[in-house]
């Protein structure tokens, strides 16, 4: 069994790797963040970030997952039904200023978690200029 | 009784916007936390308003030190979308000037630093150093600062006289070899100043997902240019510098180390250096949707872009960049706990931050 297909076994998912520019990308509905987290802690791979996407026609907000793996690059996608997914801040502590800038720009809630204001330094407004004027 | 002080925004060692609020017990920091932000730019937003070629113009001002890296990084992103791969002397020309920033990068550093340890004598000499390296990326790209070298699909100007950038080199490592690295080593007050400050161990160093040479003063051995080579370093021959105390020497020896191995590199590029075009890519692009990754070693570490593009738009649909400090500063916290209250400039200077990066 390769890497890839281990890691999707031990997360419980079924949809196939694909390889997307340099990065081999897993997109699943079902992924469980903090399972992921949990795993890639285990396996020592190196938390790079998160890239919060807003998709075409108004087809909410997307999270891509981002791990070094023994210099492979892993992402995963995840949707942001209703504008919320868990923190993994708890178990990945690289992860507190992206979840905090994306909280900020996108108006992801990352439940779980408290936030102090990160690049707005005024205001309380969320979701401000990232994300489209009519969301 | 505890009290907190206040560092920053404008901050006493270096010219950036942040503020480090300092949790003390006497002179000994108990705890700190970090306020970054003061001059966020929105470049990724603005990115979304503009078209290839002048995406690649606005990501160069990301960055004032690295700014070369981030033109390389995007282009290299949007290389993936398009399925482009640059011509063999693009890339050998694209790892010489990416090694000459890092050259200019790291001895600035230690400038720096020096400065920060009360030997102005080093700063001097260091920014004495730094401008050599900044007359040949002069010489080559016609700019200090901004150099425009990279293109989708490969470089915008040839190395035409590898002569000038070889005499530099020598003249560099001889400097480095003599003076640099053995007064930074050797002597008591950079060592007392130095040996055992702002600790950051393996396991904090992995937790935080620090890069660069913070990571590899830490022991962790990674580097990108090793673990997932781009341009044209699985050709060259370099050590990866590592260190495993976690303080401010290691960082100062890791790049001191990082100098010599950066002279290795050119050396080979330059002798190696193919011929042929300088760049491969039609007059016209048309964009398939698509995303595309770009990880490239800066001076401070990982640069991560992320690219993603939709079908006959002429801008991108999201650019998304991770800097290096943006991974960095965190670890600042754990440095500077325990520290005397005087030895926190140098901790923080220690990780090489740049908020212009950061406030991208």
């Not at chain 2, 325990?338 to 200077?349: F, N, S």
Request: negative net charge; glycine residues 6%; contains cysteine.
């Amino acid at each position: 069994m390769s890497t890839l297909e281990s890691i999707s076994a031990d997360l419980g998912l079924n949809e196939a790797w694909e390889l997307k520019g340099s990065s081999h990308w897993l997109a699943s509905p079902t992924l469980d963040v903090r399972k992921l987290a949990e795993l890639m802690r285990a396996r020592k791979a190196r938390f790079i970030t998160i890239t919060a996407t807003e998709l075409p026609e108004h087809g909410g907000i997307a999270l891509d997952y981002h791990w070094d793996l023994d210099g492979q690059l892993l992402s995963f996608e995840v949707p942001a039904e209703n504008n919320q997914v868990e923190s993994i801040y708890d178990l990945c502590e690289a992860a507190d200023w992206i979840e905090r800038e994306v909280h900020e720009y996108f108006a992801i809630d990352f439940s779980g978690r408290d936030y102090v204001p990160l690049m707005l330094r005024a205001g309380d407004k969320m979701g401000v200029n990232l994300r489209e004027e009519d969301e | 009784m505890s009290y907190q002080i206040p560092m920053g925004p404008y901050h006493p060692a270096l010219e950036e916007p942040y503020k480090l609020d300092l949790v003390c017990d006497g002179e000994t920091v108990q705890d700190a936390k970090l306020n970054v932000g003061f001059n966020f730019r929105g470049i990724e937003h603005l990115a979304e308003s503009r078209n290839y070629i002048q995406v690649i113009a606005l990501m160069e001002r990301v960055c004032g030190i690295c700014s070369n890296i981030h033109t390389l990084s995007v282009c290299q992103a949007i290389e993936q979308v398009l399925g482009l791969t640059p011509p063999p002397r693009a890339l050998y020309i694209r790892v010489i000037v990416a090694e000459l920033e890092r050259l200019h990068s790291h001895v600035l550093w230690a400038g720096i630093a020096g400065k920060l340890m009360g030997f102005k004598t080093m700063f001097m000499t260091c920014f004495a150093i730094r401008e050599k390296v900044m007359d040949v990326l002069q010489a080559i790209s016609g700019n200090r600062v901004n150099y425009a070298m990279n293109r989708i699909g490969g470089v915008n100007r040839d190395v035409t006289d590898p002569a000038i950038i070889l005499l530099m080199i020598d003249d560099l490592e001889r400097d480095m070899v003599k003076t640099i690295i053995p007064i930074f080593t050797t002597s008591r007050t950079a060592l007392s100043r130095c040996a055992g400050i702002g600790v950051l161990t393996e396991d904090q160093a992995r937790s935080l997902g620090v890069v660069g040479p913070t990571a590899r003063a830490s022991g962790l051995p990674q580097d990108i240019r090793r673990a997932a080579p781009y341009a044209a370093y699985e050709e060259m021959e370099f050590n990866v510098p590592v260190e495993p105390s976690g303080d401010v020497k290691a960082r100062l020896v890791v790049r001191a180390l990082e100098i010599l191995e950066s002279c290795r590199i050119l050396r080979q590029a330059l002798s190696k250096l193919p011929p042929g075009g300088l760049y491969s890519c039609p007059e016209e692009l048309e964009f398939p949707s698509g995303r595309g990754f770009s990880r490239v070693e800066a001076p401070r570490g990982e640069v991560f872009y992320s690219v993603s593009w939709e079908e006959e738009s002429d801008s991108p649909r999201r650019v998304h960049v991770r800097t290096p400090t943006y991974a960095n500063m965190p670890a600042v916290r754990c440095m500077v706990r325990g520290a005397r209250l005087a030895d926190t400039p140098l901790i923080q200077a220690s990780v090489d931050p740049c908020y212009s990066c950061t406030d991208r």
